[in-house]
Each structure stands twice: as C-alpha cells, then as structure tokens.
C-alpha cells in the first residue's frame, strides 16, 4: 500500500488504523509464505548457490526459521571484485542521468513493499514496527537524496575561471572503480541502500556484503539492485563469514574504496588495510559512539526525560547514535531522575510485531549475554537504578528479550562508562555545572552524536560551540541524540567514530565517493 503518513525516526506514533492493519496484512503475508526461504548471492548478474549453507532464526522466537542463505567462500568475494572490476569502465561511462533514474526506480520499489521489508526486518532484528517503518522510509529516501543531489550539481561538472579566452577549465568528479560497502545488523537495509547507491550513483561499481544477523534483510536489499536492470557485474551481493569473505573484501588489491559501518576494531583495520597499498585508497568508516546528553538547570525536563529514554532505548540500545551517558546539573538532578524512571518504566517491551511494542529483542545469544555480563559488572561497582534483567515469561523465554538499564556511580574511566556496549544500558551521572558536564560529555575516543537540553538559548549556542561530535541536537523530545533524515539533518561524526563529519545524507557524502580530475583545454 502507500503509506498514507510519513514516518521517520522522530515519529511519537502511528496512531493510524489503515496503516497498522495494512501491516498486520504485511506480517500475515510473511509469515504464511515468506519465511524458510533460500537466499543466493549474485555475481556477475547471475544468483550463485553456495555449497555451504546458513541457517538463520528470529531473535523474537528462535524456533522461527527466516532463512537459509550462502555461506560464500574467499574465492566467491574474488569473482565478485573481478565482475566489478570487468564492468567498471562501462558503467563510469554511463551517463549520470540514466544513473539516477535507476536509483529513482529503486526508491519507488522500495516504498511500493515497504510493509513487507519492514515486517521483516522487524522479525530478522527484532525491532518495532515504527523504528522498521523508519529505516525502510529512510531507505527510499537516502536514494532520492542522492538522486537529487546529482541532479542538483550537474553530475559534479563545473567550469572554472580562465587565464586566457583560448582556454576552457573544468572540474570533474570522477568515481574511483571497484567499491566495497559492508554493512551491520542494526540498520541492514539503510546502512546498506544508501552506501549502494552513492557508490553506483556516481559511476562506481559494488560488492556489498551485509551482516551475518541479517541475511534476509541483506537479500532483500541486495535484490533490489540485482532486479533494476543494471549491466552486468555493476552490482554484486557476496555472503560468508568475516575471516574469509569480509578479509578478501578487505585485502584484494583490485578494490578502489570502502564504506564499512561496524566496530570500532574492524573499522580501525580497515583504516589501515586502506594505507597499507601502493598508494592510499578513501575509505568511508563510521564505527560507533558512546553517545552523551548534557541536561542544564534550564531544560524542560519532562522533554528532557522523554528524550533520553527513547534514544537510549530504541532498537534496544543497538544504535551507534543511542544515548548511552547523561550528565546532569546537580540542582535538577534528582527532579530528572524521576521522570525518567517514570518515562522508562512506561516503555513497553514484548514481541516486536505488536502494534505498542517500544522495545523488541536485542539482536541475538551473543549480545543478550552480554547484557547478562555487563549487568553483574554495574551491580558489583556501582548502582542499578532500573531493571538489568532478561525476560523469560511466557512467549518471550523463546527469544532475546531485557529490560531497560539504568545505571549510576561509576567512576568515569570504568569500562561501562567509556565503552560503547550497544545495548539498552544507560548510564546518568550528576554534574556541579554544564562545564564539567562539557568536559565529562567530550572524554571519549568517540564523536559520534550528542544531544543537550535547555531552554536557554545561549546555553544552547555554547553547547554546539563546544561538543566534540558530528551530529547533534537540541531540545529534540523525540530522540535527544538520534533520529537524523537524509535532507534535514546530515548524519556525521568525528574522532573515533569516523566519518570525519562527512556521513549519510549530508552534502558532502557523494563527494566521498569520487576524486577531482582538473581539465584544461586550449582552443
């Protein structure tokens, strides 16, 4: 169906009973035909079959069998690049125009299914309905950004100034070739779609490889493009495991650039993988946050309140943009401690596909024992202020349900206070005044997003003088660090999260994926 309201990550609501019974048409649909499948990889235009394969199951019940996909081998990767590599000069040739009538295609297929992807993707990650919803929408949207921006900069040719009359003098942004996009769990298709298409848009071809928790979604994405009509090994999907098919993706000296989204070990590996060449070669790297709000005696708190739990609960934690530290000033500390254990407390957490659900599943064994791990950690130095426990009544002892964790009176080097732990943990500490606040927020290897709340407006215009990171916010009760849009706000970083404040959706970012050539004629 089309959807009758936009939504986006800062939607409150989709009080909407057409919407919502649509969806409930889009899971019954999935579920009747569209779980157990097997999943190809594609190369060279062509669906391969792996000999090994992977069977992959729902964080929500894991007896459900999404789907079987290709575990891939290195030399799978290597016919990937090589396809690449074959199709690159055709493509770079093509004109632009036809580029973005493709992407344009693409996103208008995106938004035709765009209950089925989310219905999913909702079971595959285990997020809600509305954060699903959102990052479809946002798939589509990502595509007609760059679509426009193309478009908009004349394909990124601009003549420049003359010395003489006999002379033209143009700036060309050309694309560098073969372009590598891995991708993580937490957002498959947004994370995905959008590097995809940058990279194809602006004359680059692909070899996308998705997470290992999110095949299905991955095949969905990947299809997408395999379906579009674009020539032959322009496009190309690979699957399999990290030290075999993501190490080729790395290592193949054939490989023009990356776009990586995932830790901050393997980013920093990739980092160096792309110096360690005969020359150095762009690689766009975002690697996470441990994202800070600042709350000043001046804020409202009830917004306040509101909007550091739903950034530091939705998706379960599991954004590189989740609030996960609050500092707030002595005088309404305790005032805003309250109304965020009574803003927690009303979340509901359950099963994912439910209309009301805020919180589904965290994404899998590995990470709800994490959780388990890093809540005795809280317990024995400091103090649980909020839940800290896995729930494992009724339906939901089939699937990777917590509660939502708030934890307090760390000292500021512990491990849970500087390390980004990519779950629904939230830790709140109280400051003497916004300096040291200021100074707590910006005491991280990271940059990633931050988020500050006052009703002052020069308290306001000093925070954004002095935050370290690349995306922030002010006063944003939807989601005090989260929620940026392609077109509206650029989602960027800095120091240890990456990016270099250049990220997705911005105005910079098609510009990341292409080098300047300067041409001088005479005559």
């Not at 799978?76 to 973005?100: I, L, N």
């Not at 990220?503 to 098609?510: A, C, D, S, W």
Request: proline letters at 4%; aromatic letters at 10%.
């Amino acid at each position: 169906m089309a959807l009758k309201m936009k939504i986006t990550y800062a939607t409150m609501s989709a009080d909407n009973e057409e919407l919502q019974s649509a969806f409930d048409e889009a899971f019954d649909k999935v579920r009747s035909s569209m779980l157990g499948v097997e999943v190809p990889m594609f190369i060279n235009g062509e669906k391969v079959f792996a000999r090994e394969k992977t069977i992959t199951y729902s964080p929500i019940d894991t007896r459900i069998h999404l789907c079987t996909a290709q575990k891939g081998t290195k030399e799978d990767a290597q016919a990937a690049v090589a396809a690449a590599k074959a199709a690159f000069k055709g493509w770079a040739a093509t004109p632009w125009q036809e580029r973005v009538a493709i992407m344009r295609r693409i996103a208008e297929k995106i938004s035709e299914n765009s209950l089925e992807l989310s219905a999913i993707m909702v079971m595959e990650v285990g997020k809600s309905r509305l954060e699903a919803l959102g990052e479809v929408e946002e798939t589509a949207d990502l595509l007609r950004y760059y679509a426009n921006a193309m478009e908009k900069n004349d394909g990124y040719i601009r003549e420049l100034g003359r010395l003489s009359d006999n002379e033209t003098n143009l700036s060309v942004l050309k694309p560098f070739g073969v372009w590598v996009v891995i991708s993580p769990f937490n957002f498959p298709m947004a994370l995905s779609g959008a590097p995809i298409c940058a990279a194809l848009i602006t004359g680059n071809t692909v070899v996308f490889k998705g997470a290992s928790s999110t095949l299905y979604t991955g095949w969905k994405t990947a299809e997408l493009f395999a379906e579009a009509g674009l020539p032959k090994g322009v496009f190309n999907y690979v699957s399999g495991p990290g030290r075999t098919v993501g190490q080729e993706l790395q290592d193949n000296p054939d490989i023009a650039g990356w776009t990586f989204t995932g830790s901050y070990e393997v980013g920093m590996q990739v980092a160096r993988n792309a110096l360690n060449g005969r020359y150095p070669k762009p690689a766009i790297i975002e690697m996470g946050g441990k994202n800070p709000t600042i709350v000043s005696r001046h804020a409202d708190l009830d917004k306040a309140a509101t909007g550091v739990a739903r950034s530091a609960f939705g998706l379960d934690g599991q954004k590189c943009s989740a609030c996960s530290r609050v500092y707030v000033e002595e005088k309404v500390y305790d005032q805003f401690l309250a109304l965020l254990l009574e803003k927690t407390a009303a979340l509901k957490v359950g099963d994912p596909t439910a209309r009301d659900t805020f919180m589904g599943t965290v994404i899998d064994k590995g990470a709800y024992e994490d959780y388990q791990r890093y809540m005795a950690i809280a317990r024995r130095d400091g103090t649980v202020l909020f839940g800290g426990n896995t729930i494992t009544e009724g339906d939901m002892s089939r699937g990777y349900y917590v509660q939502p964790a708030i934890i307090a009176d760390l000292p500021d080097d512990h491990e849970l206070v500087k390390n980004e732990l990519f779950l629904p943990i939230l830790y709140v500490a109280k400051v003497k005044d916004l300096e040291e606040g200021m100074a707590k927020a910006n005491d991280t290897i990271y940059g990633l997003t931050a988020g500050f709340f006052s009703e002052d407006k020069a308290e306001v215009e000093w925070f954004f003088a002095n935050i370290e990171a690349g995306t922030t916010y002010a006063n944003r009760r939807s989601g005090a660090t989260t929620g940026a849009w392609p077109g509206v706000q650029a989602f960027g970083g800095w120091k240890g999260s990456g990016m270099s404040g250049k990220g997705v959706g911005g105005l910079y970012t098609l510009p990341l994926y292409m080098h300047e050539q300067s041409q001088t004629v005479i005559g």
